[in-house]
């Protein structure tokens, strides 16, 4: 992690691999039930949080391009929202 005094929150996120992953209903929220077997991999991703007057999303890497749908509808993005909302801050 980096210095606090900063501001600036680094971490790595590491990647799973789903040996196998079956659907195994609905909850009522609208989520799926899983029955999922996974490993855990050294590969991550590197997280970077850091002060700022708007909440954003930067994605940078070799394959930025690849990833698909809306920026503005990314799971972290919209995490972070959720976040904000539910501790009644600006996002």
Avoid: C, Q, W
């Amino acid at each position: 992690m980096s210095a606090p005094e900063t501001g600036r929150i680094a971490v790595d996120a590491h990647g799973k691999v789903n040996l196998y992953l079956h659907v195994v209903g609905r909850r009522s929220d609208g989520y799926h039930l899983l029955d999922t077997l996974m490993v855990f991999t050294e590969l991550a991703d590197r997280v970077v949080v850091e002060p700022s007057d708007a909440l954003t999303l930067d994605s940078d890497g070799p394959f930025v391009d690849k990833l698909p749908g809306d920026p503005e509808d990314n799971l972290v993005l919209r995490a972070a929202r959720a976040l904000a909302e539910a501790a009644e801050v600006p996002a």
